[in-house]
């Protein structure tokens, strides 16, 4: 199909010989838009739905050679590999952004098909693009909260693991789960629950650094993955956000008697000490800081415990 991004002479057969009118209605069909340079780089036609696209009024570019538009604010950033009339072309089609709609661009070599002109031809991506976003967004988003979800926070581990393994900067892990979550469910309802895990997302959030990664698991439960920082000092961080919680007074299992609490197990360190393994490093971090959430939860809820990686396998451990 035309415009998929080959650029020799063939790729433009179909358009050999044709009047202006008709190339505009090719192009139009196809949700497109072009310019026509002459043999001697001049621009000579610019097609009436990508003058509308990008503003380029025919009076003002026609007779003028491609280079200038290397001098188009909007343009000449990301075409310019393209408007060189004695250059190479680039492999493939270019991208970029005109009044804030996004495009791809292809063009032909000079070609007697043309005679003896280019043809840069342009497709409009913007509908794709937010889609294709959208997409991005949703695959590492968790629906109800907005945090990430499970998968973003595996790959974001993945990445602060691997770093940390490298490099020897201490990385900390916090598993947070809400106290008794059920019992909210059961006097609120799932609607208004539901409004309360959003507010729980929002006060995480807010209490940490724009290189950390808050997501949700599922259900009442949480994490915090927190780059170079040690496990003490993520021990503390834990801690304010068991604080700052409390403070939000979020509806609790006891009603009016007590707002929202959660427990917190906390684990991390320098990881070059630790044998590493891909997925096993990461799967031990991991569980070091679920047996600490489990030594929290058994020594009464609304605290915070710091695990030990050299102790996971033997169990949950506390401090």
Known sequence: MLFEGETGEGHWEGLAA???ESLEGILRALGAGGILFGQEGAIRWISPGLSEWWGLEPAQWLGHP???LKAHPELGPWLAPMLDSDGALPEGPLYGEVRGRWFRAVRSGFSRRFQGGALLGVVELTLE?????HLERAAHRDELTGLSNRRCFRERLRAAVQGASRHGFPVTLAYLDLDDFKK???RLGHIA???VLRDVGQVLTGCVRRTDTVARLGGE?????????????GRRKAEAL???LIREGLPGPEGPDGPLTMSIGVAGGHLPGVRPGGDDLENRLMSAADHALYAAKAAGKNRVRLGSLAAEEAGPAGA
């Open 18 to 20: 044709m009047g202006w």
């Open 66 to 68: 491609m280079e200038a």
């Open 129 to 133: 693009k937010r889609r294709l976003e």
């Open 184 to 186: 909210v469910n059961d």
């Open 193 to 195: 629950g539901d409004g």
């Open 221 to 233: 439960g949480f994490v915090a993955l927190f780059p170079h920082m040690e496990p003490e000092m």
């Open 242 to 244: 068991r604080k700052a």
